[in-house]
């Protein structure tokens, strides 16, 4: 039978009208049947058809609403038909069922390169199957899972997905919920890849934590040519973030930034990035509702006359950099500083303007005495302080107010500095804790025993030691390596220490801080003195022997013990010291 009378008998059987759209088309290699209303009997029987078939090699089944058991209908298919490679799911209410089937397609299929999963409803457990399965399928090039409701723990299965998959190279999770953790978490993944080339994240809500995390996984990924983050709630600071980052990357062209928080001042962040950083690679950057100003024009020319593939959409000139008014400083603060500067006291300053010594003086003769002074005060800091220390209105200033105004100031002034360290602090304390996650989600997805280098570690020279240096963020350690292996990976665990009274000197790696320097042997000096040769567990390798014994290095310099002969000699001393002061107590007493 031939594939039309196949799909013909089949759709009779299980009780569908057939589609004239795939009876038509069945010559093309491109099967598009999206919007059809097939169902999954419908799913069925175009399976059963395209069983034998050997020119589709393109199935668009989006919105066809097949749910899971239309899934399980294209496993089937999938297992006998080696032609399809690109498959269209999107729309199709798959849910949690149908992810499962899903799953067990991409372990089971051995054709497919693009597979399209947008609007299925998958949450955060429907990812783990995905990242399962596509961990050991490396064979699919594209994946489309965008318009789901992948969060947190979704994020964290798709940096796992990250990082052991090494065939993908097109990923779209655009309109999820990937925030916070869920965006440190795939950050950490994307670390790590080595292979995936376009990655669109837009429409996430990413932030400044998300772009934290992306910033420094742009410091080691060496294979992203293509990122997008429009629309993610980023801001200056987030742009700053990611400006930190591609300093180090030499592969990234594109990056979307377009529908942020962001102002001229982060496209002039943008913009010196490319002019200033030798590696980056950026040809295009998309801020097109930023308005600019003429500072941020003249800089791209000259950037451009030096990268000419450079290309920036913004929205258009005539933005302006926000400047906060500047705050007006408290003329009582003012005042505090121009006697200090003098070493001068408070009653010194008032006792100049009482002339008559009442403690208390006109408003004009106050006013009069601080315009005609050195004191930096302009008409209406003098005015504002005027205010506030004749409150009532009587028309004079006493000292008793001038000193209470100080104390105020002072505990307002400290006040604001712990506003502004609890601030700072609580800033701090987040970034710390996003750094701790991105942390511990690299630790996770990378293979025991591989290193990852610091991007801006220092190249010495191949006969001395080599530093692996890490950023705050990596999890490795600073590790010394020799040319002779001594102090490799392997060895530091099992470094030999010399035995106590051998000669031979030892040279410990360890850091000064953690030397230290064993004390004499109070029990028995004359073995001290005998061990004076030999080194101390830890002792410096540097260091004579003779300056570690104990009478001649001041940091081992202890009393020595005394020995039974000077024990004794003390004992009787002292009892006859006691019975001399009895006998003198007994003749000064009275005899009754």
Known sequence: MSVPEVYLEACRLVGVVPVSHFLRNLSSSTMTLSHHGLGPLGCKALAVALV??????TLELADNNIQADGVKHLLELLRANFTVQNLDLSDNHLRSEGAEH???????????????LSGNGFIDDDAKHLAEALSVNFRVRELDLSHNKFCGRGGEHLGQLLANNEGLEVLDLSWNHLRMKGAVALSAGLKVNMMLRHLDLSWNGFGNEGALAMGEALKFNSSLVHLNLNNNRLTNEGVGMLCRGLEFNDTLLVLLLAYNSVTVEGALALVNLVKNSPRTALEEINICNVMVNENFVRLLEETCQEHPNLD???GGVGGFIAKKPPKRIDPMKVIQDYLDERKLRLWDFFRNIDKDGTMRVPVADFRRAVQQSSIPLDRFQTEELIQRLDRDGTGSVDYRGLADTRKQMMRDHRRQLRKVESRQKKEKQKSDRILKTFQSAVEAVTPHGSVVMSPGGSKENSSGPRHFSATPLSSWHHIVMSGSGRYSVANLSHEHLPRLGSTTSYRPTSSPAMRSYSQP?????????????RSALGARSDVDHDNLSPTANPLTRSRPALNDKQVKVKTKKTKKTKAKRRTEKKRKTPEH
């Open 521 to 533: 042997d109070l029990d028995d000096m004359a073995r001290s003195e005998r061990g004076k040769s």
């Open 312 to 314: 920036v959409q913004y």
């Open 52 to 57: 034998t078939d050997m020119d589709i090699h």
């Open 102 to 116: 899903v799953a067990k397609l991409l372990l089971d299929s051995v054709s497919l390169r693009t597979i399209k």
